[in-house]
């Protein structure tokens, strides 16, 4: 126990240093089941999942920029030595170079979008119907407020339960890429709730990011299925009027896949036909991820700040690399 203490200890001492490329999901490196890959060698850590023949690497190395490659170039060894494929998912523009480098094939695989909190505000007529909606769901009675998790767990996994049977009999709970609560640091998570009638209607956690946009990650969302619309607006909306009253800069939505695809991929060895299939799964991807409707929420927000983020594939771009994603994601 001692051990797994200390080396997700580091991890988070990682992505707490290391913040070259500013990833707002860096977080989740530290979620349950990732494995981590470190060299004596090389400062820093890598993150990442074993699905088949791939390692499904989350974000880039989490090191100093002048050891970043031979990090990367140590993991590739590794990999090899097992006989398997590297595929890298959520790596920002500003990790790169080093993939660029050593070969790998890089492309755009959707967006990160993030609110700057310094001057935000819900006035005016572009958010009429985010006010209405929120307004409609504290007339309801809906009370909102910042809690521990101890004092909410067991109604939580109670409403994960529920809300993940609306969403089909074969429809799994979804990780990797997505937020957990819990664990050795849910200290540093927010949770915020949403109570009608004494019951849990729904709830957002918050994870902190790190880096130049440094603030919190609009993470993990449940709603009951018979809770009024505007519940998660409300949520949110209670939540950055506390981030602003402490001095947050920025509230980041997280990645959503398939979206804000630029035109022309600005990297080298990107491969077009890929680039092409990723706009295909925009339009008729709902199957495969509702990408669409989490961008609707996001939008609502009007996020000012949208980054591209990639993907990176030893050995060209494949259906099957993609395809591990979504198996480690647990979902297929």
């Known amino acids: 126990m001692t051990d797994v203490m200390e080396e997700t200890d580091s991890v988070l001492d990682a992505i707490q240093r290391y913040t070259v490329a500013d990833n707002p999901s860096a977080f989740l490196a530290l979620n349950s089941g990732n494995s981590y890959f470190t ?3 090389s400062p820093g850590v890598i993150v990442y999942r074993t699905t088949g023949r791939y390692l499904v ?19 590739t060894e590794f990999a090899r030595a097992q006989d398997r494929k590297i595929v890298a998912v959520q790596v920002q523009a500003g990790d790169t170079a080093p993939y660029v480098e050593q070969g790998f094939t890089i492309n755009q695989m959707g967006s990160s979008f993030a609110v700057g909190l ?18 409609r769901s504290l007339r309801s009675g809906l009370e909102i407020k910042e ?6 767990y067991e109604e939580m996994r109670a409403l994960d339960k529920l809300w ?27 949770l915020f709730v949403g109570v009608l009638d ?16 440094a603030g919190w990650l609009h993470d993990l969302t449940r709603r009951h299925p018979d809770s009024p619309p505007g519940v998660m607006e409300a949520i949110n909306k209670a939540a950055i009027d506390t ?16 979206t804000a ?20 799964l925009w339009k008729h991807g709902e199957g495969v991820y509702p990408a669409q409707t989490q961008l609707a929420y996001k939008e609502k927000w009007a996020p000012d700040r949208i980054t591209p983020e990639y993907l990176a594939f030893q050995d060209g771009a494949s259906i099957p690399g993609l395809v591990h994603i979504f198996r480690a994601c647990n979902a297929v």
């Not at 990780?175 to 540093?188: A, C, D, P, S, T």
């Not at 981030?243 to 398939?258: C, D, I, M, R």
Request: net charge positive; glycine share 12%.
């Open 118 to 135: 310094d001057d935000f505000t819900l006035r005016g007529t572009a958010f009429m119907q985010l006010r209405n909606k929120i307004s």
């Open 261 to 280: 695809l630029e035109a022309r991929p600005p990297l080298p060895g990107h491969n077009r036909a890929f680039h092409w299939f990723m706009g295909h």
């Open 147 to 152: 809690v521990p998790l101890d004092s909410w």
């Open 198 to 213: 004494g019951r849990l209607t729904g709830y957002i956690t918050y994870s902190p990011v790190y880096g130049q946009q």
């Open 57 to 75: 690497q989350f974000a880039g190395p989490f090191a100093p920029e002048e050891t970043r490659s031979r990090l990367l170039r140590e993991f």
């Open 164 to 190: 993940l049977g609306t969403k089909g009999e074969e429809v799994k709970q979804l990780e990797f890429l997505i937020g957990q609560y819990g664990g050795r640091y849910q200290h540093l998570r927010r």
């Open 243 to 258: 981030f602003k009253a402490e001095g947050v800069h920025w509230l980041h939505f997280g990645f959503t896949p398939f």
């Open 39 to 41: 060299s004596e060698n």
